[in-house]
Every structure is written in structure tokens, then in C-alpha cells.
């Protein structure tokens, strides 16, 4: 499939789609399958690298839900999505990569991944239609140069490329490029650079879906702990002085990991996007509920009562068993109570106060771990300047953009993966 550097009849196209990651290759095979003269172009010496990577290798390809689903979990950005999941819904995604013998699960969180929990199964099945397609692949090969041509005197209208190999010209051009996460994957923003070439305004690219820093000794700790169910609550300071108060910016709830260097799991990936997009990530901190399922009302209660049954045992057996032993002493540590103190010693104001290292604990940040470590984008190619029923740009006509290229970014859980290839298909079957 790769494409001959030196034929000269394949210097022109009608569709030229840069960058083969998840929604490259299904753009390219639509507009390929539409009878399309189409080259895929991408600087990798493999196509869908980032595919490869997902999910732990495994790649989790979308979420068990409807096209409806998809759209709230994006919040208001997500009403741009309408056209592109009615043309690629979540189902039609699915049936996809099952047709072509990759057969599919659904996990207990909603994740979808192939049963054989290979990436690489993925990858071929997007691989097998593009080659039936007739797109021609292009690999190894970067972008150096993009200009739109108008040329009166051939009646050419469309776009000069230029590569580190050849030059090539095209009469549409489709960018999916991708963000900057993960660089070592090939995406280096460059197709932010190419989109304000012609104008584009470029929503300021952050990490999203990235582990989040902390100064907290007490966090490395714990390093290698997970706790499967908790409530991140992320805070910024007010700036009214004289009636200080706690601003809730994003509130989450999933599996929390402590780590080296702070925390990670997919409640801290969902709130990151907040805190890289904050111009003072340094003032803001998280405060944890380790036991979401209790209210406030009903532990106190509860430790109350167990205090009085059990006074002559330690401290440490109050706090709820779920729990694991070296969290729980940690927190009674942060609450300055002795592990070792009696639980029938408890006071009203000791115990409210291992209420809310259970309920309220705060955690100080310090930042993310960057676009190194980020799973997608957050900014972009503006949505307003992008035609959402066929992904056309409004201010260059022939010009498409899709996936993580645009200024959209979801939650964990296939989502991401879902707008890109559903925006994909959009691009391809309208350019």
C-alpha cells in the first residue's frame, strides 16, 4: 500500500488525507470507497500508532452506549458531534469491526474492547478496509509545506503539498492529524499549524486525560494503591476575602491510583483537563471521599455506635474495612489521631474530624505530567469555523478536519476514539 515516491501520475489527487491514525483511516477509506483518487499520508513508519497504543495495548474502542450518550458525555461541545454519530453511531462502530472478524466485549464499566484484547486486531480491521478500499498509503513520509492553489490558467483549485520526498497537489484535503499527546507517537500539533495557515483560530492545546502531580508525602506513600470507588472533587479558592469560600470547578467519580508522583486512575484523568487549563493549577487542590456510598449523617452514626461496642480496640479498626490497612492509617495520621488510641476514647470532635479525612480529604496540586503523558488534547481547530453536518471548513472551501485535531476532548472510556472515527467517516463521506 505504500504509495511510489517517484511516479509522477500520482503527484495529483483528489482526496489527500494527512496522518493515519484513527480518524485518517476512516476517512480515507470512505472517500476512497466513494471512487476517489485517495492518498493517505503519514510522517510514522506504521499507520495507527496511537490505536496500538490505547487502552494498554488492548484499545478501547467506544463505549456501551448510544449516540445520545456519546453526545453528553462531551457537555455542550458535544452538540457538534450530532451529524458525524448519526453517520457513525456507536452500534455502527461496533458492527464495524466485528464484520470484519474482530469480535467484540463489553466490560462492567462500558468499555468496549476486542475479546482477543489485542489492539492490533483493531488496527487490522481498519487496515483490511482501507486496502480494499484503494487508498494509497503513504508511510515515513512528513509534511514540510501547505499552500492553497488557484490556478487560472490550468483551472486547478485546490492544495500544493510538500513533503521531506516530493511535492504533491490535491483537490481536497482532509487533516487528521491529531493533538499533541503522546509525541512520541507522531502527534506534535503540526496540524494546528496548518489550520492557521488558512485562518483558523487554534483554541490553546492542554493536556486532558492525564495523571495530576501533588506535593503531598503522604500520596507517594500509598504509590501502587487503587481504590475502586471515590469522589474527586476539584476546588479553587474564591477571591472574596473577607467571605472565604471553596469554588467546586468539576466533581467525578471512579477508581483512584496513588503513584510515585501522585495520582492517576480514571477519576483523576476525567478532572485533569480542569486543572492544566487553569492558569493557577498551584491554587487549586482536590478533596477526596473514600466512602461515597455513606453519608456524612450515617457514618457518624455508625462510628459512634461501633465506638461504643468496641472501645477497648485500637483506633485503626473504626475505619471501614473496605478500605486498605495502609490508606487508613495514613488518614488517621492526617487527622493527627493515634492509630493506637482507644476507639471508646473517641471524641465528638475526634470523630468528626475522622469523618473528614474519610469524606472531605484535601490534596494538594501541583500540576499534570503533561502532554508526554496525556491520552488526548483538550483546545484546538475552533468548532465554530468548522461546518459540523461534513466537517468542511467555513473559511476554506475543499478543507475537512477531523478527530482530535478539533477542539474536542471526552471523558475516559472510548469516547475520544468514538468522536474520531465517527468524524472521520463524516469528513470522508463528504469531502
Known amino acids: ?25 476512516v476517512a480515507a477509506e470512505r472517500a476512497a470507497s466513494r471512487g476517489l483518487k485517495t492518498l493517505l499520508l503519514e510522517r510514522n513508519f506504521r499507520p495507527g500508532v496511537k490505536i496500538l497504543m490505547s487502552g494498554g495495548t488492548r484499545c478501547n474502542l467506544t463505549q456501551n452506549t448510544d449516540a445520545r450518550g456519546i453526545v453528553a458525555a462531551y457537555g455542550p461541545p458535544g452538540r457538534f458531534l450530532h451529524s458525524a454519530l448519526a453517520a457513525l453511531s456507536p452500534q455502527d462502530l461496533v458492527a464495524l469491526v466485528e464484520d470484519e472478524g474482530v469480535p467484540t466485549k463489553i466490560e462492567e464499566t462500558g468499555k468496549i474492547f476486542p475479546v482477543s484484547n489485542k489492539a492490533a486486531d483493531v488496527l487490522r480491521a481498519f487496515l483490511d478496509r482501507l486496502h480494499r478500499s484503494g487508498c494509497e498509503l503513504a508511510l515515513e513520509e512528513s509534511l514540510v509545506g501547505l499552500a492553497r492553489i488557484e490556478d487560472s490558467a490550468s483551472g486547478l ?13 490535491a483537490e481536497r484535503l482532509i487533516i487528521t492529524t491529531g493533538g499533541q499527546s503522546y509525541p512520541g507517537s507522531g502527534t506534535t500539533g503540526d496540524g494546528y499549524r496548518w489550520a492557521a495557515t488558512f485562518g483558523h483560530t487554534i483554541v490553546p492545546p492542554r493536556p486532558a486525560l492525564v495523571p495530576i502531580t ?11 494503591i487503587t481504590i475502586p470507588d471515590v469522589v474527586l472533587r476539584l476546588l479553587e479558592p474564591e477571591t472574596n476575602q473577607s467571605n472565604p469560600k471553596q469554588k467546586i470547578l468539576d466533581t467525578r467519580r471512579g477508581s483512584l491510583l496513588f503513584t510515585h508522583f501522585g495520582l492517576s486512575g480514571p477519576v483523576v484523568l476525567d478532572i485533569s483537563r480542569h486543572i492544566s487549563g487553569h492558569p493557577h493549577p498551584q491554587a487549586l487542590h482536590l478533596e477526596c471521599d473514600f466512602l461515597p456510598n455513606i453519608k456524612t449523617a450515617e457514618l457518624d452514626s455508625q462510628l459512634r455506635q461501633q465506638a461504643a461496642a468496641e472501645g477497648k480496640k485500637q483506633l485503626l479498626s473504626l475505619v471501614p474495612e473496605l478500605l486498605p490497612r495502609r490508606l487508613a492509617e495514613v488518614l488517621l495520621r492526617e487527622a493527627s489521631l493515634p492509630p493506637d488510641k482507644k476507639a471508646g476514647e473517641l471524641s465528638n470532635a475526634n470523630r468528626a474530624t475522622l469523618i473528614r479525612a474519610l469524606k472531605q480529604l484535601p490534596i494538594p496540586v501541583t500540576g499534570t505530567r503533561g502532554f508526554g503523558k496525556a491520552e488526548v488534547t483538550a483546545g484546538g481547530v475552533a468548532l465554530g469555523e468548522i461546518d459540523s453536518s461534513t466537517l468542511q471548513s467555513k473559511l476554506v472551501p475543499g478543507l475537512f478536519f477531523a478527530g482530535e485535531v478539533l477542539d474536542l476532548d471526552g471523558p475516559i472510556g472510548g469516547y475520544n476514539f468514538q468522536a474520531a472515527f465517527s468524524t472521520g467517516w463524516l469528513a470522508g463521506k463528504n469531502v
Do not use: Y
Open 214 to 224: 501533588t506535593s503531598a508525602p503522604w500520596v507517594r506513600e500509598l504509590s501502587g
Open 157 to 169: 483549485v485546490g492544495f500544493r503539498l510538500t513533503t521531506d520526498k516530493r511535492t504533491l497537489t
Open 1 to 25: 500500500m505504500r504509495c511510489p515516491i517517484s511516479a509522477a501520475a500520482n503527484s495529483h489527487w483528489q482526496v489527500l488525507v494527512i496522518g493515519a491514525g484513527a480518524a485518517g483511516l
